[in-house]
Antibody, heavy 115, light 112 residues
Framework: EVQLVESGGGLVKPGGSLRLSCAAS????????MTWVRQAPGKGLEWVSS????????FYADSVKGRFTISRDDAKKSLYLQMNSLRAEDTAVYYC????????WGQGTLVTVSS | DVVMTQSPLSLPVTLGQPASISCRSS???????????LNWFQQRPGQSPRRLIY???NRDSGVPDRFSGSGSGTDFTLKISRVEAEDVGIYYC?????????FGQGTKLEIK
């Protein structure tokens, strides 16, 4: 059974940093691209970032480019999202999803950016 | 960026009746490999999104056959042949052909 478990969310002040993690199991993690998607409270889904297998390519939404960094550790079967210079508009539930077409999703982790 | 426009945004449906959601893209979603990377997701209240349909018309494992996807180029449709109570939620189309990948605004399906 495929499982994706996000962690690392919390309350952070504007300008602060957080690192999200996504622990994967039930599939060969190293063979798949991975994706982060977020959902602001009461709003729709927004693609944030994707990373291909082997970390060959990384892609970012314009809204996070230069502030967020996606990475992966295939040995640990984990996906990461380093978020710097956080803004109030980054407040959202952050989901990790398997592959570029998002076949499986985690339960999400809430990031709140507020003073 | 490719803009995905869904309609309607609110869809009240009587149990057992069909439902249809439209999704239009601002550019063709046909990729160079010939595939159309148009996916549909369901988000039930309080839950994570779940993919229902991938590459235009392929149902994911475990998705009831009352869900179907169709369309071509820039015009796409998700159909539910007979709505059940468990179908309540928000439905999103998403294009995975062009970077950045983009979602529609969502269509809220409710029981009339």
């Amino acid at each position: 059974e495929v499982q994706l478990v996000e962690s690392g969310g919390g309350l952070v002040k504007p300008g602060g940093s957080l690192r999200l993690s996504c622990a994967a199991s039930g599939f060969t993690f190293s063979s798949y691209s991975m994706t982060w998607v977020r959902q602001a409270p009461g709003k729709g889904l927004e693609w944030v970032s994707s990373i291909t297998s082997g970390s060959t390519s990384m892609f970012y939404a314009d809204s996070v480019k230069g502030r967020f960094t996606i990475s992966r550790d295939d040995a640990k079967k984990s996906l990461y999202l380093q978020m710097n210079s956080l803004r109030a508009e980054d407040t959202a539930v952050y989901y990790c999803a398997r592959d570029l077409q998002m076949m499986f999703w985690g339960q999400g982790t809430l990031v709140t950016v507020s003073s | 960026d490719v803009v995905m426009t869904q309609s309607p945004l609110s869809l009240p449906v009587t149990l057992g009746q069909p439902a249809s959601i439209s999704c239009r893209s601002s550019q063709s979603l046909i990729y160079s490999d010939g595939n159309t990377y148009l996916n549909w997701f369901q988000q039930r209240p309080g839950q994570s999104p779940r993919r229902l349909i991938y590459k235009l018309s392929n149902r994911d494992s475990g998705v009831p056959d009352r869900f179907s996807g169709s369309g071509s180029g820039t015009d796409f449709t998700l159909k539910i042949s007979r709505v059940e109570a468990e179908d309540v939620g928000i439905y999103y189309c998403m294009q995975g052909t062009h970077w950045p990948h983009t979602f529609g605004q969502g269509t809220k399906l409710e029981i009339k």
